[in-house]
T-cell receptor, first 114, second 110 residues
Framework: GAVVSQHPSRVICKSGTSVKIECRSLDFQATTMFWYRQFPKQSLMLMAT?????????EQGVEKDKFLINHASLTLSTLTVTSAHPEDSSFYIC??????????FGPGTRLTVL | EDQVTQSPEALRLQEGESSSLNCSYTVSGLRGLFWYRQDPGKGPEFLFT???AGEEKEKERLKATLTKKESFLHITAPKPEDSATYLCASLIQGAQKLVFGQGTRLTINP
């Protein structure tokens, strides 16, 4: 149980384009979903927290107009990187939390912006 | 400021050589302490949640313990497949987000 999927697993795009990443909780309803970014050999950096039906809460320094988060249902959240640039290249990971305290993570999405 | 510190940063062991990873936390009002395992290029995999000092949890060769200031992840007779980065994270009372440590990169040599 507690499986979280992400799609796509890898994406390569041109600078200036937008990319959407989906995060789904497959076997539970997620009251809260989180989006993280991870640089090589570093720990996870929280970008934003989203509760279903509410606006996401962004961490300090994260541009909310660049990283659009939608949590439209209890099993789906999306992260859209708008007008992507090479510095946005990274490993993006989502997590989902049911009514317990534990966050369950997706497998991650590797974004490369050329 | 709430902080989680893991040590060592990296650890190399021979297969079968038991050891412990440390996670020290300075948070105001701990609700839970979490351990995750992360393989390269993958998302973290949940291992344990600990809620109170003195609590212990086990899974195969891993045992997690918790005191009022730190948590240990003990690995007994490790195998090469236990090689991974182990992350600990704290959740404080009233908060939603986890505070992560920097992780310990564990390598088990055959």
């Amino acid at each position: 149980g507690a499986v979280v999927s992400q799609h796509p697993s890898r994406v390569i795009c041109k600078s200036g384009t937008s990319v959407k990443i989906e995060c789904r909780s497959l076997d539970f309803q997620a009251t809260t979903m989180f989006w993280y970014r991870q640089f090589p050999k570093q720990s996870l950096m929280l970008m934003a927290t989203s509760n279903e039906g509410s606006k996401a809460t962004y961490e300090q320094g994260v541009e909310k107009d660049k990283f659009l988060i939608n949590h439209a249902s209890l099993t789906l959240s999306t992260l859209t990187v708008t007008s992507a640039h090479p510095e946005d290249s990274s490993f993006y990971i989502c997590s989902a939390r049911p009514l317990t305290d534990t966050q369950y993570f997706g497998p991650g999405t590797r974004l490369t912006v050329l | 400021e709430d902080q989680v510190t893991q040590s060592p940063e990296a650890l190399r062991l021979q297969e079968g050589e038991s050891s412990s990873l440390n996670c020290s936390y300075t948070v105001s009002g701990l609700r839970g302490l979490f351990w995750y395992r992360q393989d390269p290029g993958k998302g973290p995999e949940f291992l344990f949640t600990l809620y109170s000092a003195g609590e212990e949890k086990e899974k195969e060769r891993l045992k997690a313990t918790l005191t009022k200031k730190e948590s240990f992840l003990h690995i007994t007779a490790p195998k090469p497949e236990d090689s991974a980065t182990y992350l600990c994270a704290s959740l404080i009372q009233g908060a939603q987000k986890l505070v992560f440590g920097q992780g310990t990169r564990l390598t088990i040599n055959p």
